[in-house]
């Protein structure tokens, strides 16, 4: 690649990370917020005042589904696609998104935005292009790392909110077991533990 381009390719790599980074902690901020109410939630003892606040609890995680601009939709990486292909085929789906909903930015978020790209792009005049692609390396890395955990917690929300729609055809009492079990089954997952350990190991011991 020219020089011109390595620079458009590192530009692009950050703002990934920047989309993808506030996404991954809007999901994990939702995933841990239910797992505090729930534990607060073990005080009450009264099933009939404990079921809605199972049911507002969970609605307050799934509702990002609904709310396209919350959570960047990327999809996985398909079985032949190299790491390098898979992050700059997720580049290109940020920017077409982006696109979609420029018209909510204010234009003190723009001036904030072109001013960042600015001294972005006068860091990298003072490096040599093999550096720049050094760099574009590590946040390929980077990023690649960030999609695959970002992706098991949006795969953990999907399935709250199936498994929570598919509850509504039973009666309080087995659906009132059923999500404390969506909630615990999160808990217990190997992608939620690895962003919350302490949380996991203090909340197991009741139900």
């Known amino acids: 690649m020219s020089r011109e381009e390595v620079i458009e390719t590192n530009e692009r790599l950050r703002n ?3 989309r993808l ?3 991954y902690d809007t999901a994990k901020q939702a995933l841990i917020t239910l797992m505090n109410k729930y534990g607060d939630s073990k005080s009450q003892r009264n099933i009939f005042q404990r079921y809605p606040m199972l049911k507002i609890m969970i609605k307050d995680v799934i509702r990002l589904e609904t709310q396209y601009w919350a959570l960047i939709d990327i999809p996985r990486q398909e079985k032949q696609e190299t790491v390098p292909t898979y992050v700059m085929r997720a580049c290109s ?3 077409k998104t982006q696109k979609s909903g420029e018209g909510v930015k204010t234009s003190a978020k723009l001036a904030e935005e072109a001013a960042e790209k600015r001294e972005r792009l006068e860091r ?3 490096m040599t292009t093999a550096q720049i692609e050094h760099e574009n390396n590590q946040l390929i890395n980077d990023l690649y790392r960030l999609l695959k955990k970002y992706l098991g ?5 999907r399935v709250l909110k199936e498994e929570y729609g598919s509850s ?4 309080i009492f087995p ?3 059923m999500l404390k079990d969506m909630i615990k089954g999160i808990m217990h997952d190997p992608d939620y533990m690895e962003i919350s350990i302490p949380l996991v190991l203090n909340t197991t011991g009741q139900s």
């Open 21 to 23: 980074e506030e996404s």
């Open 175 to 177: 659906r009132y077991t």
């Open 16 to 18: 990934l990370r920047i």
């Open 93 to 95: 789906i940020m920017e």
């Open 168 to 171: 509504k055809l039973y009666p």
């Open 153 to 157: 917690l949006r795969h953990l929300i």
């Open 124 to 126: 990298l005049e003072n």
